[in-house]
């Protein structure tokens, strides 16, 4: 499962063939497709669901061509963001059998053609954000972006083990974003869901980490894993998912969502939990790698779920009212 490198703190590697690669390149000979590549569509994806329940779940309502406009600006701003990412990592992308083949290091796209593309994109969304809702969701947006291509990128990533959990931060902000849409403000349903993305990032990376430590150790990327060792990386993912748990009932609890969505979060939750002790007591071998791999796949599945009942009974009505005993 990878070597425990104790380094917390690491220089900004490069890899010898990214160079000859980039250098030799005058123009970029990349389609669309790897321009859209460097937005990290899946990342994408899971913003716009999550930004989207964030419009749902918010008191008040939204004109739906405002909120369309809205939801694709926040869109683009979270491609944007994935996109001065990857500028930024090309390097240690070029040393990891996982991003290798991204457009950048690949050599498809020139770095200074995916900077261009990714300020553009900030700029262009957070403009748009604010003339179609308001200056508070445009400024959350402009810091989001800011967050995690300077915040997270460029400093916590290849500085500290705690790079994914405080960095985190970024792309839990999106349903607040969403409040903000509509109310021009944000509360405490939003931040709830915050919350919940929050505490789903580590598990669901950490898993990952287990399965690629040799990745990050060859890129010099202080990953829990690689500083902390594969033992402490699998007690803080059971740590993490049993207190996401209780935290992804709360919406029921407060109104927000109904009878479906609690019987949604407290099963896929314990399946969660299961899913973290499963790699927590399979340690060595292939049984370790796959329980690593099931939960990372479940994770991505469990989110989605959580935020798709959600938009499904609030945003079609089809909110089924808790027993009295908890409504």
Same mark, same amino acid.
């Given at each position: ?5 104790k #380094?917390?703190?690491t220089? /900004? +590697?490069?890899s010898?063939?990214?160079?000859t690669?980039? =250098?030799? %390149? ?6 669309a497709r790897?321009f859209f590549a460097?937005?990290?569509p899946?990342v ?14 918010a008191p008040?309502s939204?004109?739906p061509v ?5 939801l694709?600006a926040?869109?683009?701003g979270?491609?944007?963001?994935g996109?001065?990412n990857?500028?930024?990592d090309?390097?240690i992308d070029?040393l990891? #059998?996982r991003?290798a083949? /991204? +457009?950048i290091?690949s ?5 200074? =053609?995916? %900077?261009a593309f990714?300020l553009?994109?900030?700029?262009g969304s957070?403009l748009v954000l ?5 200056a508070l969701?445009a400024?959350m947006l ?9 915040v997270?990128s460029?400093?916590l990533?290849r ?5 994914i959990?405080i ?5 839990a902000?999106?349903?607040?974003i969403?409040e903000a849409v ?6 405490w349903?939003s931040?709830?869901?915050?919350a919940i993305?929050f505490l ?5 990376f950490?898993?990952l980490a287990?399965?690629?430590?040799g ?10 894993p ?19 748990a209780?935290?992804a009932v709360?919406p029921a609890l407060?109104?927000f969502?109904?009878?479906?969505y609690?019987?949604?979060?407290v099963?896929t ?10 790699v927590w ?6 049984a ?7 939960l990372f796949?479940f994770?991505i ?5 959580l ?8 945003g079609?009505g ?6 009295k005993?908890?409504g």
């Open positions: 499962m990878g070597a425990v490198h #380094s917390t703190k220089n /900004r +590697p490069m010898a063939a990214f160079d690669r980039t =250098e030799s %390149l005058t123009a970029s000979t990349g389609e790897d460097l937005l990290k899946r994408m994806s899971l913003v716009i669901v999550t930004a989207l329940t964030g419009m749902a779940t008040g939204v004109h405002l909120g369309l406009a809205a694709l926040i869109a683009v979270a491609g944007a963001s996109c001065l990857m500028w930024y090309a390097d070029a990891m #059998s991003t083949k /991204r +457009p290091p050599g498809r796209i020139l770095p200074s =053609e995916a %900077l990714g553009t994109l900030s700029i957070v604010g003339l179609v809702a308001n969701a400024a402009a810091f989001t972006i800011f967050f995690y291509a300077v997270y460029m400093w990533k500085w500290t083990p705690q790079n959990v960095g985190g931060a970024a792309g902000f999106p349903p607040m969403g509509v109310t021009g403000d944000f509360g349903h931040i709830v869901l915050c993305i789903w990032t580590p598990p669901h950490w898993a287990l399965v690629k430590s990745d990050y150790a060859r890129a010099g990327i202080p990953m829990m690689n500083v902390a060792g594969p033992a402490a990386t699998r007690r803080q993912i059971v740590l993490y998912s049993l207190i996401m209780p935290v709360l407060m109104g969502g109904g009878l479906l609690l019987t949604v979060s099963s939750g314990l399946v969660m939990i299961a899913l973290s002790i499963q007591l399979r340690t060595e071998g292939p370790a790698t796959k329980a690593c791999w099931s796949g994770s599945l469990y989110l989605f779920l935020f798709a009942v959600l938009i499904v009974e609030n079609f089809l909110m089924w009212a808790l027993p005993v908890l």
